[in-house]
C-alpha cells in the first residue's frame, strides 16, 4: 500500500509528502489560487505520463531494446460540466521504429498501475479519522 499526505496551507495550496518527497499544488490565478504549484488535475496527468514512461522502458529493457530517446505526452479533454474528463490522449514518441514501439505499446498497458487504475474505475472508499 502505498500513502499521500496532503496538507493545506493557505488558500488552495496544498502540500503533498509521499515517503518523504514533497510537492505542492495549487490553482492558477484564474481559479482563485496564487500558481505556487501545479493543479491537482495536472498531477495527475503527470502520473499517468510518467508511468507509461517508465513502464515502456521496463518493456523495452526486457526485450533488450536500446533507447536512446522515450517521450510520452498526455493530453485530457474536459468535461467541464460533469468535474471529469471525458478523454485520455496518451502521446508515446521515440526513435524506436514504429512497428516496435507498437509492440512495446501493447505490453507497457500491461505494466502502468495508473492507465490500469484509470481503465478498470477503481472504488474509493472515503472515510473519517
Known sequence: MIEAKAEWKKNYQVRVDVRGFEIDVDEPP???GEDTGMMPTELFISSLASCFCMALVFVAKKKRISIT???V??????????FRYSKLIV??????PES???EMI??????CYVSNTISHS???EYKIS
Not at 73 to 82: G, L, M, W, Y
Not at 106 to 111: I, R, T
Open 30 to 32: 484564474q481559479y482563485h
Open 69 to 71: 530517446d522515450m517521450r
Open 73 to 82: 505526452d498526455v493530453s485530457a479533454e474536459a468535461d467541464t460540466k460533469n
Open 91 to 96: 502521446k508515446v514518441m521515440s526513435s524506436i
Open 100 to 102: 516496435k514501439l507498437e
Open 106 to 111: 501493447g505490453q507497457a498497458k500491461n505494466y
Open 122 to 124: 477503481c472504488p474509493i
